[in-house]
């Protein structure tokens, strides 16, 4: 058995090597091609520039894997990890180190790929620190080798399962930076292809990593089977669906003509590519329909550490063929990356080459509700919160548990108030007005958060998400409460901690050149609008959150909270309103609006706006404190009412009888001394 897996290991390395060689060599990324007058990097920089990125990508995504089955897919034992979970940890410092390196050989090959000097010259030059220092596909390299290494290094020492998870998630993070870099950045509609592509990542890495190592786990005999093929089946219904309508976004931002799907090298690649997946929905529907049926019929009740009693031959081969086909497309999707696409026909102005449109017309009311400019990042956060939100909600219904409408109202208003400073025109002018991205900023960090806080979803997770079936082992509930206790979460969570950093980065990004660089990429922009949503929401769940948190604030030291910082927020609309430079001048200059006020002016009413937006936060938030304080009082009266009912009906003191008792006292006392 154990060969078996040793083969089919083998196996797939070989056809994903051998499909990016054949798709290489189709698509022309390996065919020489020497241009009179330019440098030529040489055949080793020609055929290791492709091995080194497959390399680099099958170590990241095996990481991924190793620690998803560390992680997630194996179940602990009274809080800790399986010895098999902590084996598989330890080898995911073998892994990362292998990503590491091919990490670093694809810097040194790109940078002899882009100067066309061969590979030998930039390592005993100094091309390889300027390219590093100077363009962000150097910079994303260099991230990946940091990371990777970081995580050989905590694989070796770490063993609880919170290390784990924690390994896993920055795994996942540092397999972005180097395709966000890449094509997707220059693509025309580079909004939709950087979503995309960072959604196909994400989905893709759990879903291929975690097969190869369920294949590994039942070739070798693993303990707990049939809970791990059952857990990750789970998973992999979701990744493929995110995969497919990922690529699908991925395609058209690329490839606007379908045409061009049958006319050029890089659309037939994509074809096999799209083939390929098809393939792997076909192996997923068999392994759902036949062999998880049956590798779970001959398992156990509950988490035997046997969990099958026969060895799984069907479902090992099944999915090692599944896996071969797998390394394949990732084979493709190597030499994919390194096949240009096809350059568009339509000659392209300076500003769509920028953001990705080209410049709106003068701005209005209409047309702020009228062009919507969908994002795909913001379209599927809003359906997933959403979606999630109503599932729990009707769960809890089925069950014959009520959740307050009001609740359920304040979280869709929420929803709805992301999708209008994300999705309509507010999105369309916010690249190009400053006093428009500041309604964005205004309404994700100091509106959206409020409504979301009051829908108190974490209460609802934790009433709708069912306990682990063994006791000691962690499921999605029992992970989000270790989350709620944990460190890291006490000193974020900390009133002082949520302030600074709702108030702090605010002046940090406006009055530093980070607002600039931010602005420069989508994915730059992309990351400062989830900051501020994330920065308010953690700030009024301190405030007025309904949801369980670290450290609960008496009402009064609330509002003195709330009242202390909204002044700063004044203070920083003052500051824009007054400032006399233009904020990111370079970014806005290379835009050459021809309508509208000048940049200066611009700036200046966004100012404004910030400084008029901060009364609507601070009237709801205290309109809701006053409910929720006046709610508090009346369900301590009941609870001392019933306690004092309780007491007399065991003619037992408690509190209140006390108090009563005292207050007679103090009144026969009264008496007496008047007599």
Known sequence: MRRQGLYIAAAAALAGIAAMVVAGLAGGALREQVIPGLGDAGTLTRWGLPVARFTMEAGGTLTVGVLLGAAVLLPTTRGTLDPQAVRYLRGASWIAAVWAAGAGATLIFTVSDILGVPADRVVSGGELSSYVGQLPQGTALMFVVLIAAMIALLARTEATPGAAAGLLVVSIIALLPPPLTGHSSASPNHELAISALAMHITALAPWVGGLLLLVWHAAHGGDHLGVAAARFSRMALWCYIAVGGSGAANVVSRLPDPSLLYTTD????????????????????????????????????????????????????????????????????????????????????????????????????????????????????????????????????????????????????????????????????????????????????????????????????????????????RGPREW?????????????????????????????????????????????????????????????????????????????????????????????????????????????????????????????????????????PTFIVLVAMVFQWFAEDRRLARRLERNADRAEAAQADDELSDYNAYLASLDKRSKESQD
């Open 266 to 473: 890089y659309g037939r690649l994509v074809l096999v590519k799209v083939a390929l997946f098809t393939i792997l929905g076909i192996f997923g529907y068999l392994h759902r329909g036949r062999t998880l049926p049956a590798l779970m019929a001959h398992s156990p009740k509950g988490y035997a550490r046997r969990a099958v009693i026969r060895p799984p031959w069907a479902f090992v081969r099944l999915a090692g063929v599944e896996v071969i086909v797998m390394t394949a497309t990732l084979g493709v999707a190597v030499a994919l990356a390194r096949t240009a696409p096809p350059a568009s026909t339509v000659d392209e102005d300076p500003v769509t080459s920028v953001i990705g449109f080209p410049m709106p017309p003068p701005i209005t009311f209409a047309r702020l509700a009228t062009m919507w400019r969908p994002d795909l990042f913001f379209a599927v956060l809003v359906v997933v919160l959403g979606g999630l939100y109503a599932a729990g909600v009707t769960r809890l219904l089925r069950r014959g548990d009520a959740w307050p409408v009001g609740r359920t109202i304040a979280w869709a208003l929420g929803l709805v108030t992301i999708v209008a400073v994300t999705m309509t025109g507010v999105a369309t002018y916010s690249p190009v007005l400053f006093s428009t991205h500041m309604i964005q900023h205004m309404v994700l960090s100091m509106l959206s958060p409020i409504l979301l806080v009051l829908g108190a979803p974490v209460t609802l997770a934790l009433r709708a998400l069912k306990p682990a079936a063994i006791r000691g082992d």
């Open 480 to 616: 989000l409460t270790i989350i709620l206790h944990s460190r890291a979460m006490r000193i974020i969570g900390h009133p002082a901690t949520a302030t600074v950093i709702f108030i702090g980065s605010t002046y940090l990004v406006y009055f530093t050149p980070l607002f600039g660089y931010l602005m420069r990429a989508h994915v730059g922009h992309l990351v400062m609008l989830v900051h501020f949503l994330v920065a308010g929401s953690l700030f009024f769940w301190v405030l007025i959150g309904v949801d369980p948190t670290p450290r609960k604030l008496p009402y009064l030291a609330r509002m003195l909270l709330l009242f202390v910082t909204m002044p700063f927020h004044a203070f920083f609309g003052l500051a824009l309103m007054n400032l006399g430079r233009p904020l990111a001048l370079g970014w806005y200059t290379a835009l050459r609006r021809p309508w509208g006020a000048s940049i200066l002016s611009d700036q200046h009413t966004g100012g404004s706006i910030a400084w008029a937006f901060g009364e609507i």
